[in-house]
């Protein structure tokens, strides 16, 4: 009944020791035959290493070898470069005595999800795609081997949202990438809605648009692909973060507060000012929520050559900075440095908080009203106030109010198939430039890259090309 | 004094078509051809196959239209090619996908022409008569009313109406009922259908002025001239060897927007007046230069009517300004300083159907035998509406006779495009195809029209046995020249590489096929010859072809891969009897939408706007259990 072939990790994503990769369709067998190696006789190999990747995979006995169904073989999986990636058990089920009553293949791996991941990346890449929520089960009743109050069951989970926070905190995070997809779907629109004006109306004097142009397009945006591609691989949120920085003058507890925020000590505190001399950057992740926290010097008008070039960097990292976290001490009044800091980042997100509360306030900020309103009150030496901190920050995150200069993480792997699919699709725009190809041939491949990305964002794209081609340019009797 | 009039039947037939626009005239043939005793009724015996906007036939993707109106067995490529006074192909420096034809037809001559081919159709009866009517009687046959008082009793009625429905031009201020061009409205018809229970509604389109030629200064434009060989849109003409007239551009000036902006106000269409729907890629010129703000001039064409008549259309200045302020706008324009109109520019507004209420083979969902096309279906063009009026015609006869439909999908016609975008999706604004709608372009191209299509003609019975055989050996040539360039072994010789070095080529190191060498960017089927030797003498048409089924080889494929995974969903058939308020789980809108269009397919129900994968998945798992409930 159905043609294509569907892979998915089935097991929960976890800390289990064992994970199962299982592929369901005609092409399950096929792919099967093309990754796993059969263990040798000639050789034992319990833990492949990094070291025995290039490895003669001739010593395994892959060529007369043939999958035996309902049987547990043993051996390995290769990539497309013959490089092993896990040690696995794998065992081929022929149809209809399966699950879904189609050929089924389960990879038995090890626990963690990295192995899994790549396991299944190595299965999408030999033709078949990622399942659907609950597509196994779904293709099980439409193949006749559940019954209708189990198919029900399906329908719930297909259309159903677990409201786990997990869940959650991912869907912002997709809710990002795909604002970042729908902005290079909008930019290939741009270009289509220009060929098919040219296309279908030849006639017209609009520019006509120009090879150089859709060659220099595409290259740009395959190395945007290649990007969030490639953050797929960091095992990270992200690969770069919200670069956030701490400004403050000194003393005022800035590494202390980064410290905090980053669980341990990386950098040197003391009591002395102007001991942070030069920028320390720091990688953490809260609650979801990547940041790239740069610690400074104190920022203060100095005559010390060595801290001027430590405030110079502070004040340029402020400017390419996405959020601003400004310290002050509220032990101490508002001096000329905190009036100097907060004019130089009058057009930064900033998020004002006032350390040392638990000493008599001095600071008074009725001069900057809204600063006084917002400020957040804490003390990193009683550890008070810390996690309104946190909070603020996620949730100035989430609701967008952050713009993030860098690049999201791709950690859903039918996200990544199909940015490989667009980018593959650029590939062949690019290809058929160098061939001399017209401009509708051009086309078709630029479309389909379009079709792959509004299948991340989940929408048709057609209907709005319409759209564009009519409101941006001018034609007609 | 009441005037009465006794209601008598005239007579009876297989089919009426109402109307004789370029809808009605397939459809009319059509249905005679294929044996069914045909009635068309139209207005006035002068505006059958009439061209009351521009004087052309063809273009971007409408050139496609027709092409694959000639394949099914249709007219309008045979009447153009009789009747054309200049052709060219458009996008020819583009891809073969894309180039499209398009000629300036004589109006007058395209029309009197068709005339004559309906009034030399066997089982075919062209009556004069306005209808006000239509009544649907227990038997299921229909009783056509006509203002005369003759009534017609048919067993399945084609209704096409183009724009006369309760036609209302506008011009500036004024304001009037009537159907295009002077001609009269038909303001009753509107009324019988809505009592019928189809839902109608307006939308507008617009026409620029006639200006004489004489009063036009041609030196100071741009000369846009034909093909210098003109390939013929009918699969059936060999050869098109006429004078060809040229046609004009020029361009708008500041002055023009300046006239245009100070009376917008006296525009109806900036005032509000018309609140109907008009095509957007057919806007007037206040449209445009409002829109548009920052564009200093707009292109204009100047097309001849006809060999016969001064009149010229200036195409891309349609307009409902009164005829007080289009007197000085055109005046203002690049070389008609001295225009004199002969017909001034004008709005049209009239009522169509929703098209959601018809199903693929253009019959309506609630009643039986009775069908619709072209413009009253909300489309826009000749090329669109004689698309749907040869389809409807078909399909008429199919229902009569028992048979299975002729429905075409997405990927075997342009016309299959058309009519799933109308019925499926529905239509905001007068429909226009456009190549941009076809998903698998690559394999529509207007050169294999006949590949396509002449098979399915031929097993409907309207492709005649002259035209298949044609057909046949057009095909087998192509076979045979594919099959002959294959086999064709090309060694590294050095006589051969020097060929290849001074086409510019790279040296051959290995020998391969010429079938495999053509696919060389630098290399074509012309400039191979020196290799070839003992190449046969082919027509140009089977050349070309050759060339492009050879270089776009892999493009084509993987179109027909794309083809295939569309082809899956549109094979799995939803049941016309399905009750969706039994299928649990569909949300509302799903529900409302899948139960208004009905769809045929899983494919067609997945194109619906509104009704969501998962809506899909929940309607695949139905019609399992529905299918193995009915199994039981």
Same mark, same amino acid.
Request: a negative charge; proline letters at 3%.
């Given at each position: 009944m159905f043609t294509d072939t569907i892979a998915a990790i089935a097991t929960f994503p976890g800390n289990a020791g064992v994970n199962i990769i299982r592929i369901s369709g005609d092409g399950a067998l096929k792919i099967a035959e093309k990754i796993f190696i059969k263990k040798g006789k000639n050789t034992s190999i319990d833990h492949p290493q990094e070291d025995q990747e290039d490895m003669d995979i001739n010593n395994y006995c892959g060529d007369d070898f043939s999958f035996k169904p309902r049987y547990l073989h043993y051996g390995y999986i290769v990539d497309k470069n013959h490089k092993i990636i896990d040690e696995v058990l794998i065992c081929?089920?022929?149809? %209809?005595?399966?699950?879904?009553?189609?050929?089924?293949?389960?990879? &038995?791996?090890?626990?963690?999800?990295?192995?899994?991941?790549?396991?299944?990346?190595?299965?999408?890449?030999?033709?078949?795609?990622?399942?659907?929520?609950?597509?196994?089960?779904?293709?099980?009743?439409? &193949?006749? $081997?559940?019954?209708?109050?189990?198919?029900?069951?399906?329908?719930?989970?297909? /259309?159903?949202?677990?409201?786990?926070?997990?869940?959650?905190?991912? /869907?912002?995070?997709?809710?990002?990438?795909?604002?970042?997809?729908?902005?290079?779907?909008?930019?290939?629109?741009?270009?289509?809605?220009?060929?098919?004006?040219?296309?279908?109306? %030849?006639e017209y004097d609009e520019d006509e648009i120009t090879i150089g142009r859709?060659?220099?397009?595409?290259? /740009?945006?395959?190395?945007?692909?290649? $990007?969030?591609?490639?953050?797929?691989?960091?095992g990270k949120i992200f690969k770069e973060g919200i670069k956030t920085v701490i400004l403050g003058k000194p003393n005022v507890g800035k590494s202390s507060l980064m410290n905090f925020l980053l669980n341990e000590n990386r950098a040197i505190v003391t009591e002395v000012p102007g001991t942070t001399r030069d920028t320390i950057e720091e990688y953490v992740n809260i609650k979801g929520v990547p940041l790239r926290i740069v610690d400074t010097a104190g920022v203060r008008e100095t005559e010390d050559r060595i801290e001027k070039i430590g405030v110079e960097k502070a004040l340029?990292?402020?400017?390419?900075?996405?959020?601003?976290?400004?310290?002050?001490?509220s032990s101490r009044e508002l001096e000329y440095d905190d009036e100097k800091i907060l004019e130089y980042i009058k057009d930064k997100r900033v998020i004002y908080v006032n350390n040392k509360a638990d000493l008599e306030t001095k600071l008074n900020l009725s001069r900057y009203g809204n600063i006084e309103k917002e400020a957040i009150n804490i003390s990193v030496l009683e550890n008070h106030g810390l996690e309104d901190i946190i909070d603020k920050i996620s949730s100035m995150f989430f609701e967008g109010s952050i713009n993030v200069s860098d690049d999201l993480i791709i950690n859903n792997v039918r996200h990544k198939d199909l940015l490989i699919k667009a980018k593959g699709s650029l590939e062949d725009v690019l290809y058929s430039i160098k061939n001399n190809m017209t401009i509708d041939f051009i086309e078709i491949d630029l479309k389909q890259a379009m079709e792959y990305l509004g299948l991340i964002v989940g929408k048709s794209v057609s209907d709005d090309l319409m759209d564009k081609i009519f409101n941006e340019f001018c034609i007609g009797k | 004094m009441e005037n009465i009039v006794r209601d008598f039947l005239a007579e009876s037939a297989d089919v009426v078509v109402i109307g004789a626009g370029h809808a009605g005239c397939e459809a009319s043939l059509a249905s005679a051809r294929l044996g069914m005793n045909t009635i068309v009724l139209t207005m006035s015996l002068d505006s059958i196959a009439m061209m009351p906007c521009n004087p052309n036939i063809g273009g971007t993707a409408k050139g496609h239209l027709v092409r694959e109106i000639d394949a099914l067995g249709g007219e309008m490529a045979l009447n153009i090619?009789?009747? =054309?006074?200049?052709?060219? =192909?458009?996008?020819?420096?583009?891809g073969p996908a894309v180039h499209s034809l398009r000629a300036q037809a004589d109006k007058r001559k395209y029309h009197t022409e068709m005339k004559r081919v309906l009034e030399g159709q066997e089982n075919l009866k062209i009556i004069q008569s306005e209808v006000i009517s239509l009544k649907v009687l227990e038997d299921g046959s229909f009783n056509v009313y006509t203002r005369l008082g003759a009534y017609y009793n048919a067993r399945a009625v084609i209704v096409t109406t183009g724009t006369y429905l309760k036609g209302r031009i506008y011009i500036g201020e004024l304001n009037y009922s009537s159907g295009p061009d002077g001609l009269a409205p038909a303001n009753e018809l509107s009324h019988s259908l809505m009592d019928l229970g189809i839902q109608l509604r307006k939308f507008k389109t617009g026409t620029p002025a006639r200006i004489h030629s004489d009063s036009i200064n041609y030196d100071k434009m741009e000369v846009q001239s034909g093909d210098e060989e003109i390939i013929p849109f009918s699969f059936m003409t060999d050869k098109i060897d006429i004078n060809q007239i040229n046609c004009y551009i020029t361009y708008t000036t500041e002055e023009t927007h300046n006239i245009i902006r100070r009376n917008l106000d006296r525009s109806p269409l900036y005032e509000g007046v018309i609140k109907s729907i008009g095509p957007r890629y057919c806007p007037s010129i206040e449209d445009k230069v409002v829109k548009f703000s920052d564009k200093e001039r707009h292109q204009l064409f100047i097309e001849p009517e006809g060999l016969d008549t001064?009149?010229?259309?200036?195409? #891309?200045?349609?307009?409902?300004?009164?005829?007080?302020?289009?007197?000085?706008?055109?005046?203002?324009?690049?070389?008609?300083?001295?225009?004199?109109?002969?017909?001034?520019?004008? !709005?049209? *507004?009239?009522?169509?159907?929703?098209?959601?209420?018809? +199903?693929?083979?253009? *019959?309506?969902?609630?009643?039986?035998?009775?069908?619709?096309? #072209?413009?009253?279906?909300?489309?826009? #063009?000749?090329?669109?509406? !004689? !698309?749907?009026g040869l389809m409807a015609g078909i399909n008429a006869v199919m229902s009569l006779k028992g048979k299975a439909p002729l429905v075409l999908d997405r990927s075997e016609a342009y016309i299959g495009v058309l009519i799933d975008d109308l019925i499926t999706k529905g239509t905001n604004e007068p429909y226009r195809m456009m190549t941009s709608r076809a998903e698998y372009r690559l394999l529509l191209r207007q050169d294999n029209a006949d590949m396509r299509l002449t098979e399915k003609g031929y097993e409907t019975g309207l492709v005649t046995e002259e035209r298949y055989q044609r057909f046949i050996n057009k095909k087998q040539l192509i076979e045979n020249e594919i099959e002959r360039l294959k086999n064709k072994k090309i060694t590294p010789k050095a006589e051969v590489n020097e060929a290849l070095e001074r086409i510019g080529s790279v040296s051959l +190191?290995?020998? !391969?096929?010429?079938?495999?060498?053509?696919?060389?960017?630098?290399?074509?089927? *012309?400039?191979?010859?020196?290799?070839?030797? #003992?190449r046969p003498v082919l027509k140009k048409e089977i050349k070309d072809y050759v060339e492009t089924v050879i270089k776009y080889e892999g493009y084509i494929s993987k179109q027909i891969n794309q083809v295939e995974q569309f082809k899956k969903l549109e094979n799995r058939k939803i049941p016309g009897d399905i009750d969706y308020n039994k299928v649990g789980s569909l949300r509302l809108e799903a529900r409302q939408k899948l139960e208004k269009i009905r769809p045929d397919s899983i494919g067609q129900a997945s194109r619906i706007s509104g009704v969501s994968p998962a809506d899909i998945n929940v309607l695949m798992i139905y019609l399992m259990t529905y299918n193995n409930k009915k199994g039981e």
């Open positions: 081929y089920m022929k149809a %209809p005595n399966t699950y879904t009553r189609e050929d089924v293949v389960e990879i &038995n791996c090890h626990g963690g999800i990295i192995s899994a991941k790549k396991i299944l990346e190595t299965v999408l890449e030999h033709g078949c795609r990622t399942a659907e929520r609950g597509e196994f089960t779904k293709r099980a009743f439409l &193949n006749g $081997r559940i019954d209708l109050t189990q198919a029900e069951a399906v329908i719930d989970i297909i /259309n159903s949202k677990t409201d786990s926070s997990h869940e959650i905190s991912m /869907n912002h995070l997709e809710g990002r990438l795909s604002k970042q997809i729908n902005s290079i779907i909008e930019e290939i629109m741009d270009i289509l809605a220009n060929i098919e004006v040219n296309i279908d109306f %030849p859709v060659r220099d397009f595409s290259e /740009n945006i395959v190395v945007q692909l290649d $990007r969030l591609i490639s953050t797929a691989d960091t340029q990292k402020a400017d390419e900075a996405d959020l601003v976290i400004m310290l002050f001490d | 090619d009789k009747t =054309m006074i200049q052709c060219k =192909m458009l996008n020819s420096s583009k001064k009149e010229r259309y200036i195409q #891309g200045m349609s307009s409902s300004l009164p005829y007080e302020v289009q007197i000085p706008m055109y005046k203002s324009m690049i070389g008609l300083e001295n225009a004199q109109i002969m017909r001034p520019a004008y !709005a049209i *507004e009239y009522d169509c159907i929703d098209p959601t209420q018809l +199903k693929l083979n253009l *019959e309506l969902l609630s009643i039986k035998n009775l069908f619709f096309a #072209g413009q009253v279906n909300g489309s826009s #063009g000749y090329e669109e509406a !004689a !698309a749907q +190191k290995m020998p !391969a096929s010429l079938y495999e060498l053509l696919k060389r960017v630098e290399l074509n089927y *012309e400039n191979t010859l020196c290799l070839d030797e #003992g």
